[in-house]
């Protein structure tokens, strides 16, 4: 059973950079044909997708956010990181990681709260 944990600080200042870490058990990142992504929900709207890795390594974003985003990884600890810079309070959400397996997003963390506010 795969597992995905994120962590991070749950409150960011505006203009600042918001920094996630989504810690993999159960399973490997560089697993092939695996991607690992992040995805967000703003209070009161849908799911955005922000981006992904694969297992190469390689990083994909949504083009409304790649700007602003990015997706990194450490293999030696099996986790993958999400950076947003300049957030504002837009940008407050419920973040998710989560795998993607055949197109489909088949295990999520959680999810973590992130407020951005002064």
């Known amino acids: 059973q795969v597992q995905l944990q994120e962590s991070g600080p749950g409150l960011v200042k505006p203009s600042q950079t918001l920094s996630l870490t989504c810690t993999v058990s159960?399973?490997?990142?560089?697993?092939?044909?695996?991607?690992w992504t992040w995805i967000r929900q703003p209070p009161g709207k849908g799911m955005e997708w922000m981006g992904l890795i694969d297992y190469d390594g390689v990083p994909d974003y949504s083009p409304s956010l790649k700007s602003r985003t990015s997706i990194f990884r450490d293999t030696s600890k099996n986790q993958f990181s999400l950076q947003l810079t300049s957030v504002t309070p837009e940008d407050t959400a419920v973040y998710y990681c989560?795998?993607?397996?055949?197109?489909?997003?088949?295990?999520w963390g959680q999810g973590t709260q992130v407020t951005v506010s002064s």
């Open positions: 989560a795998r993607v397996w055949d197109a489909c997003w088949d295990y």
């Open positions: 159960g399973g490997s990142i560089v697993t092939t044909r695996s991607a």
